[in-house]
């Protein structure tokens, strides 16, 4: 097992609600975010599969401990993650290719300056 999921959606909590005691008007602004952000036309599925391509990419922990359960409870199936997440490892190697060009250009721009 990579991680117990259950027991660092706890640890997440208790460390968001410290982070809260010392900077209320932070927090309070990101449940903002996240709550205005619930406001819309995608379902509440649609929303936590986008939530968990989303904590694929940008490897976030305490997105995937919060957001796996919230998916489930709007009903996605494993299936429906599977192919969320096929679509987020997509989305990585595309970016990646698109900066190693970039890379190979900055290179080529630079090739000539060493000494």
């Not at 959606?9 to 709550?35: F, I």
């Not at 401990?65 to 192919?83: F, M, Q, Y």
């Amino acid at each position: 097992m990579l991680e117990d999921w259950k027991d660092l959606l706890k640890s997440y909590g208790t460390a968001l609600g410290n982070l809260g005691k010392g900077n209320p008007k932070l927090t309070q602004a990101v449940g903002s975010l996240a709550t205005d952000g619930t406001k819309g036309v995608l379902d509440a599925k649609t929303r936590e599969l986008i939530a968990l391509a989303v904590a694929a990419t940008t490897r976030c922990d305490g997105c995937i401990s919060v957001h796996v359960p919230e998916a489930i409870k709007a009903g996605a199936t494993r299936d429906e993650i599977l192919d969320t997440l096929a679509v987020a490892v997509a989305m990585n190697a595309g970016p990646a290719a698109i900066y190693s060009s970039r890379i190979l250009e900055a290179y080529d721009q630079h090739k000539g300056d060493a000494k």
